[in-house]
């Protein structure tokens, strides 16, 4: 089960960081995604971390700016998100999955969060 936390309303240029709490051992054994999704749009890839060594992967729109951690001891992924633009408003998914070749598919994830709001305002 995954819990996302952390959105809300913020100007252009400030920061947020969400949270998505799991349960069991999902962080140590699972790789976690982050996603995102404005009304009539696909979903769309934010980051993601790998299980065993933590790399990273970041969608383009993101990069340099957003950073995925987690911390194993409390089962947590963390997205912090700099410098954001009113683009960024979305809901905020985080997902879970055990194949890291194709981790910024949404089709790939096996597990999902309910989602948290993010607004930017300009």
């Known amino acids: 089960q995954l819990q996302a936390s952390g959105g809300g309303l913020v100007q252009a240029g400030g920061s947020l960081r969400l949270s998505c709490a799991a349960s069991?051992?999902?962080?140590?054994?699972?790789?976690m995604g982050w996603f995102r999704q404005t009304l009539g749009k696909e979903r769309e890839f934010v980051a993601a971390?790998?299980?065993?060594?933590?790399?990273?992967l970041y969608g383009d729109p993101v990069k340099g700016r957003f950073t995925i951690s987690r911390d194993k001891a409390n089962n947590t992924v963390y997205l912090q998100m700099n410098n954001l633009k009113p683009e960024d408003t979305a809901v905020y998914y985080c997902a879970a999955t055990n194949s890291w070749i194709r981790a910024v598919h949404q089709f790939n994830y096996n597990y999902w969060g309910q989602g948290t709001q993010v607004t930017v305002s300009s």
């Open positions: 971390i790998s299980a065993n060594v933590g790399s990273t």
């Open positions: 069991g051992q999902t962080v140590r054994t699972y790789h």
